[in-house]
């Protein structure tokens, strides 16, 4: 990747990070997906388990 690149990425998980915070319900596969993507994805290897309801929050 180019460094253009990697500041165009790391601005969207900034953006969102916040949006995240703000609206804590995971209404979407998408939204899951963004979620993971987002908290679990790093420089060192996590697992996580997510307990969902039936509202999908967590």
């Known amino acids: ?3 253009q690149e990697e500041t165009v990425i790391l ?3 900034d953006i969102l ?3 995240l915070s703000q609206n804590p ?3 979407s ?3 899951l997906l963004d979620y993971c993507a987002l908290t679990v994805r790093g420089p060192i290897e996590r697992f996580h388990v997510l307990y ?3 509202k ?3």
């Open 17 to 19: 990070g916040r949006y």
């Open 56 to 58: 999908n929050r967590i």
């Open 52 to 54: 969902l309801d039936r």
């Open 1 to 3: 990747m180019t460094p």
């Open 11 to 13: 601005d969207a998980r």
């Open 25 to 27: 319900v995971i209404g």
């Open 29 to 31: 596969w998408q939204a």
